[in-house]
């Protein structure tokens, strides 16, 4: 116990919360992926229903935080709407596996105490950040997978839903393009799905230079001075063997510290052997407070270590209270909200 409690000291995880010296400020972040994402390749109708969802999801989490709801309502509640978006990689919407199969990922934690709860590889849980909350809130473990997370999401009374749920024609057509490529045998719709529809090819390039990306993620700071990140996920598109990507891996999709909270999407195999999401927070605490330390910290993990690596995607972070984003690829979904009321969406890397 004492040298828990020593090794927690070191990590400065007793050091004082955000709450001594931000009393009621708040502030909150989101992603809905990275990848090529270029002016012109949206019609404009399709990039004002990205920005409507990114400005909608933003202003729900803080209102939730000025009323002084709690960091972990807020992050829960913002993603669960992500997730029911289909625009998304989460939840409906999500990308299929090569077996033809949407199995999702999902983690959360909590800056205080560093808890955290994660869930891989689900298939009916319509919410999977919600469960990755139970896991954190209600069972002795951190990582649930598969049918013992589906056993655990049933026995926490959640939502549970048909797979076939989950499906949308453009992720099956882009699934379908890449199994062919890979020289897969295609697979056989999921029972209960829709008849096919004809999707655009134009569709389809785009999602392939976003590179099927459009993992949602969420970093709140409440009034109390808590913070919250949360990631959920599809994966990433034709997925073989049970892959599993960064999302649902704490330190490295995701990870909060009492000062420091990141949401990471991307090329998962790199954020996991990078350890994105925790490098970040330990180089911040290096890095100490002060002006652009946030962002020092979250660059030099994405624009040098990321990129040096062969890796590309990006990260939303809170870092002492103050978002902050960092991404290798041409845009990321995002969008910000601090507590005086402005509200920042952007998609593209020329806008701020
Ligand atoms: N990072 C996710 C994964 O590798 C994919 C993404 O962010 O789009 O599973």
Redesign the pocket.
């Known amino acids: 116990m004492i040298r828990l409690a020593a090794a927690l000291a070191a990590l400065s995880v007793t050091a004082p919360s955000l709450a001594d010296d931000h009393a009621g400020d708040w502030s909150i972040v989101l992603h809905g ?1 990275a990848g090529v994402i270029e002016r012109g390749d949206m019609d404009a109708e399709t990039e004002t229903a990205y920005r409507e969802a990114l400005d909608a999801a933003i202003r729900r989490g803080g209102e939730i935080l000025a009323e002084g709801g709690d960091a972990m309502d807020a992050v829960e509640a913002v993603i669960r709407i992500l997730e029911d978006d289909p625009k998304f ?1 989460a939840g409906i919407g999500a990308v299929f596996t090569s077996g033809g199969a949407n199995e999702l ?1 999902s983690s959360i934690m909590r800056g205080s105490d560093m808890q955290a709860g994660a869930a891989s590889g689900v298939t009916n849980v319509r919410h999977p950040i919600s469960l990755a909350r139970a896991v954190l809130e209600n069972s002795p473990h951190v990582m649930l997978q598969g049918e013992g997370a589906e056993t655990f999401a049933e026995e926490q009374e959640l939502e549970l839903v048909e797979p076939a749920y989950f499906f949308t024609e453009r992720r099956w057509a882009s699934m379908v393009r890449a199994v062919r490529r890979m020289g897969l045998p295609i697979p056989p719709r999921p029972e209960g799905a829709p008849e096919a529809e004809p999707i655009r090819e134009g569709a389809l390039d785009l999602m392939e230079r976003e ?1 099927a ?3 949602v993620g969420v970093v709140a700071l409440d009034q109390s001075g808590e913070l919250v990140a949360g990631t959920s ?1 599809g ?2 598109t034709a997925k073989r063997w049970g892959r599993v ?3 649902p891996i704490i330190g490295a ?1 995701t990870y909060a510290t009492p000062i420091c909270g990141v949401s ?5 195999e790199y ?1 996991i052997r990078l350890n994105v999401a925790a490098r970040i927070c330990t180089q911040l605490e290096v890095l100490g407070e002060g002006e652009g330390t946030g962002q020092a910290a979250a660059d030099s993990v994405i624009q040098d270590g990321l990129t040096e690596m062969g890796g590309d ?1 990006g990260i939303v972070m809170l870092g002492h209270g103050e978002p902050i984003w960092s991404y290798n690829t041409a845009g990321m979904y995002r969008a910000s909200m601090v507590s005086s009321g402005e509200v920042v969406v952007s998609i593209y890397g020329d806008e701020p």
């Open positions: 992926g990689n990922d590179h990306f459009g993992t996920t994966g990433t990507g960064d999302s999709g990471a999407t991307g090329t998962g954020f995607g």
